[in-house]
Nanobody
Framework: QVQLVESGGGLAQAGGSLRLSCAPS????????MGWYRQAPGKQRELVAT???????LYADSVKGRFTVSRDNAKSTVYLQMNSLKPEDTAVYYC?????????WGQGTQVTVSS
């Protein structure tokens, strides 16, 4: 069974940086799109950023100019470079990948930004 494995979360200070990575445990599909969502305590899960296989990216307004999503198609890996972190970025970050027939989700990685 395919699992998405996330890494790179943790604790950062405001203004700092973190880099998240996500890859499938076994590569059995071609991801049409890859992306990141987040869920803060008491809030709904929200889109952070997505990127298509061709490299077209989409960002939430709250992270534009600070976060960068990228992907390595050869490794079926998606990354999220997070700079200028703010306390309001604190959340569990989930990786998502979509093939032509279904979507996959990671288990989430905690990102905590202290002020």
């Amino acid at each position: 069974q395919v699992q998405l494995v996330e890494s790179g979360g943790g604790l950062a200070q405001a203004g700092g940086s973190l880099r998240l990575s996500c890859a499938p445990s076994i590569i059995t599909f071609t991801a049409v799109s890859m992306g990141w969502y987040r869920q803060a305590p008491g809030k709904q899960r929200e889109l952070v950023a997505t990127i298509t296989r061709g490299g077209t990216s989409l960002y939430a307004d709250s992270v534009k100019g600070r976060f960068t999503v990228s992907r390595d198609n050869a490794k079926s890996t998606v990354y999220l470079q997070m700079n200028s972190l703010k306390p309001e970025d604190t959340a569990v970050y989930y990786c998502q990948m979509r093939s032509s027939v279904r979507e996959y989700w990671g288990q989430g990685t905690q990102v905590t930004v202290s002020s």
